[in-house]
């Protein structure tokens, strides 16, 4: 069964770090693109960042770059999100996704986890 969970959210003051973490099961990872969306409540998903499986340039929103980096460690079969200089307006759910090609828009995948709650407050 294939299977994505995230982790590594919280709560961050404004212009901290995290790291989000995706572990994958009942599939390798390095077989498909990967990627990350968020949601925030009541709004519709938004497409952060996605890299396809050849190891191509990784793509990001306009919003998140030079703040967000994607990576994979194929041995741990994990993926990550590093999030830097956070902003209120990165509050979301924050969703690993998988697919065979990154998807128009960075959103829309055909595999994603349950999310983990990134809330950036003061």
């Known amino acids: 069964q294939l299977q994505l969970v995230e982790s590594g959210g919280g709560l961050v003051q404004p212009g901290g770090s995290l790291r989000l973490s995706c572990a994958a099961s009942?599939?390798?990872?390095?077989?498909?693109?990967i990627g990350w969306f968020r949601q925030a409540p009541g709004k519709e998903p938004e497409g952060v960042s996605c890299i396809g499986s050849s190891g191509s340039s990784a793509n990001y929103a306009d919003s998140v770059k030079g703040r967000f980096t994607i990576s994979r460690d194929n041995a741990k079969n994990t993926m990550y999100l590093e999030i830097k200089s956070l902003k209120p307006e990165d509050t979301a759910a924050y969703y690993c996704a998988a697919d065979i090609h990154c998807p128009s828009g960075l959103v829309g995948y055909n595999y994603w986890g349950q999310g983990t709650q990134v809330t950036v407050s003061s």
């Open positions: 009942g599939f390798t990872l390095d077989a498909f693109a």
